[in-house]
C-alpha cells in the first residue's frame, strides 16, 4: 500500500545507487526511539543533510518505531529494524517488524475522517504527519516476515 505526495518515478522503494548508512535491530521498547534517533542524528549530520530534513527523518522514525511498540507487539515485546539509505536524490528510511498485517490506507482514512483536534487523546495523527512530511510513505507485508514501511523523501 502507498500513500505518496509528489512521488516522481524511479524505484519503488528507494534511488538508484543509494548506500546504507545504518542498519540496526533493536528490541521494540519506548527507550530505543532515543536510541534510533541519536544513530539517525549522527548519520544525518555525517552525509551533510540539512537540519530541517533530518528534524523530519527522525521525527518520522520516533513515530513508526513508537508506533511498533506500542500497536504491534505491546508488553510483549519483539524486535524493530530501522535502515537510512542516502543516495543523490534522496533519503530512504526503512522500519520493518515482524508484527501482523495492517491496514495503512485504512488507518489513513480514519484519522482523516476525525477531528483531529477533538480526538488528541486518542492519537491517530502520526501517520497523516508521515504523509505530510515525506514524498512516499509505503506500507508492505509479507508472511512470516512481518511489515516494512518506507518513507522517502527527496534532499
Known amino acids: ?7 516522481q518515478g524511479g524505484e519503488a522503494t528507494g534511488t538508484p545507487h543509494a548506500v546504507t548508512y545504518v542498519e540496526v535491530r533493536v528490541g521494540a521498547r519506548l527507550p530505543a526511539v532515543r536510541f534510533v534517533n541519536d544513530l539517525l542524528e549522527t548519520a544525518l549530520a555525517a552525509v ?3 537540519a530541517g530534513v533530518a528534524h523530519d527523518l527522525t ?3 520516533a513515530e513508526l ?8 507487539y505491546g508488553p510483549g515485546g ?25 491496514d495503512l490506507e485504512g488507518a ?4 482523516a475522517e476525525r ?11 502520526g ?22 514501511i518506507t518513507l522517502r523523501r527527496a534532499r
Open 127 to 148: 501517520l497523516p504527519m508521515l504523509v505530510a512530511l515525506f514524498d512516499e510513505v509505503r506500507h508492505r507485508h509479507e508472511a512470516g516476515r512481518g511489515n516494512t
Open 65 to 72: 518505531v513508537a508506533n511498533v511498540c506500542e500497536h504491534e
Open 78 to 102: 519483539g524486535e524493530v529494524g530501522v535502515r537510512l539509505d542516502v543516495g543523490a536524490d534522496a533519503l530512504i528510511l526503512t522500519v520493518t517488524s515482524d508484527g501482523g498485517p495492517f
Open 115 to 125: 477531528d483531529p483536534l477533538e480526538a488528541l487523546d486518542e492519537g491517530g495523527l
Open 59 to 61: 521525527l518520522g522514525v
Open 1 to 7: 500500500m502507498t500513500a505518496a505526495r509528489g512521488a
Open 108 to 111: 489513513l482514512r480514519e484519522a
Open 48 to 50: 551533510g543533510v540539512d
